[in-house]
């Protein structure tokens, strides 16, 4: 009788541990094709948000939440000056 109580307890575990496998795959998954469709995102042309290659005031696309060095923007289309800026600036938090 103890061998069947053990068989079973056995038979639980690895059940459970194939539960948790297949979600932990389930999640990943879901996990990929979310940054997928974010990194597929349209990005706003330059007329939209009113670019210009030169800043406003202290605010400048070197100074933006958005902007990618060297000459990149999270949002817009197209190299992009850091001197620039648009209408969708959003100030950077020192770190």
Excluded: W
């Excluded at 998954?29 to 005031?57: G, L, N």
């Excluded at 100074?63 to 000056?81: N, T, Y």
Aim: hydrophobic fraction near 45%; charge should be positive; proline fraction near 6%.
């Amino acid at each position: 009788m103890s061998n069947e109580t053990e068989g079973s307890g056995a038979a639980v575990s690895r059940r459970l541990v194939m539960r948790g496998a297949a979600g932990a795959l389930g999640a990943a998954a879901i996990v990929a094709m979310r940054a997928e469709q974010v990194a597929a995102a349209p990005k706003i042309s330059k007329a939209a948000v009113a670019y210009q290659d030169h800043p406003q005031d202290d605010k400048s696309c070197g100074r933006c939440l958005q902007f990618l060095p060297p000459e990149s923007c999270k949002m817009v289309d197209g190299p992009v000056s850091p001197h620039g800026f648009c209408r969708i600036f959003m100030l950077r938090q020192a770190a």
